[in-house]
T-cell receptor, first 113, second 111 residues
């Protein structure tokens, strides 16, 4: 089944403890991105990648890192999480940068205490 | 990308057609209209998109006015599972794949 998977789906952690949220897609998509969703603020893009080893900042990149060493994987790294990063995170992919038909993962609900 | 305006909420009876409007009066010639929905904190789901002509797929129909300043998403026979937030997004076809989500329309389908 064509899909975007994320792990973990739920995570509770403490301030400053480094964490990684993994994202993988099996559709051979070039374009991948991360969004966060917060009440009243909607979905906002954090980082995106147009291909392997090509990444760039989205609208809210502060406090996050990403890497794209393989086409299928696009992990989101929080090196020193803070409570304001408590949010619902979605990974997404599409066949190319020009395509608006984007596939989203199921989401990761992160709580930083 | 052009801004969109949608009603905050709508109701629909199960089995009836749900018609969700979207205003995008500042749309430019190379911008597509996309529709997504999000069911209760799940990942957004792509529904349909179009440029000028009306489009139909297994999920919905998209009607775009001739001047392209507004569009309507039609769910022909709404079910309870169609209860969701529906987002209308206008995006340049050649831009990178960032989607700008507004507040969307909360569609509630009643039995």
């Amino acid at each position: 089944e064509a899909q975007v998977t994320q792990n973990p789906r739920y995570l509770i952690t403490v301030t400053g403890k480094k964490l990684t949220v993994t994202c993988s897609q099996n559709m051979n998509h070039e374009y991948m991105s991360w969004y966060r969703q917060d009440p009243g603020l909607g979905l906002r893009q954090i980082y995106y990648s147009m291909n392997v080893e090509v990444t760039d900042k989205g609208d809210v990149p502060e406090g996050y890192k990403v890497s794209r060493k393989e086409k299928r994987n696009f992990p989101l790294i929080l090196e020193s999480p803070s409570p304001n990063q408590t949010s619902l995170y979605f990974c997404a992919s599409s066949i190319g940068a020009g395509s608006g038909a984007v596939s989203f993962g199921p989401g990761t609900r992160l709580t930083v205490l | 990308d052009a801004k969109t305006t949608q009603p905050p909420s709508m109701d629909c009876a199960e089995g009836r057609a749900a018609n969700l409007p979207c205003n995008h009066s500042t749309i430019s010639g190379n911008e597509y209209v996309y529709w997504y929905r999000q069911i209760h904190s799940q990942g957004p789901q792509y529904i349909i998109h179009g440029l000028k002509n009306n489009e139909t797929n297994e999920m919905a129909s998209l009607i775009i006015t001739e001047d392209r300043k507004s569009s309507t998403l039609i769910l022909p026979h709404a079910t309870l599972r169609d209860t969701a937030v529906y987002y209308c997004i206008v995006k340049i076809g050649t831009s990178y794949g960032k989607l700008t989500f507004g507040q969307g329309t909360i569609l509630t389908v009643h039995p």
